[in-house]
């Protein structure tokens, strides 16, 4: 009997940036080997890996490598998790128009984003940002740039959760490296 795999993207929090929560992406591809997970493949800095594993829950597979980053070094990384479908998903279900893909940024969160603390929060006033919300990710929109954006400040003290960010490129690299045969 053969064992059913999956496709996976990782998506690290906070990693490499300003020195902190450093982790080199030879580092991270082996610690996926170690875990059991296969044909590991990084892109950027920024905590992104591709990988192949046993078809399981993605709170399984998220949970797995931030217990075993946190053993390696010390430190408390989130790190959600979706398969390439639900990457492929997502990418398909953004609502926004993409201007410029350095400018455009999709917020993954763990767990689906709860509308109730965001009930009577005005997006608007935020213009010319933007932002759009499906099941657990938040797509914005700063065609100012995302240097000075306010509103995914604003929105992440509200949800009072964790998520990680990544702009347009990097989602769609993701994914062509994700459906990659």
């Known amino acids: 009997m053969t064992t059913r795999t999956t496709r996976y993207i990782a998506l690290l929090r906070g990693i490499n940036v300003g020195g902190h929560n450093k982790v080199p992406m030879a580092e991270l591809r082996a610690l996926l080997a170690d875990i059991g997970y296969a044909d590991a493949k990084t892109l950027l800095q920024s905590g992104n890996a591709v990988f192949t594993a046993p078809a399981t829950a993605t709170a399984k597979v998220a949970k797995a490598v931030e217990t075993t980053l946190a053993a390696k070094y010390g430190t408390d990384i989130a790190v959600m998790v979706r398969t390439a479908d639900e990457i492929r998903a997502a990418v398909d279900a953004n609502p926004l128009d993409v201007g410029h893909p350095s400018k455009f940024l999709v917020v993954f969160y763990a767990d689906p984003v709860d509308r109730t603390k965001l009930e009577g929060f ?28 306010k509103l995914p400040i604003v929105v992440e003290r509200k949800l009072k959760v964790r998520g990680t960010g990544r702009n347009w490129a990097t989602v769609t690299k993701l994914l062509a490296l994700a459906e990659e045969e």
């Open 122 to 149: 005005d997006a608007s006033a935020h213009a010319p940002e933007e932002m759009a919300l499906s099941e657990r990710e938040i797509y914005y929109n700063f065609p100012e740039g995302m240097r000075d954006a």
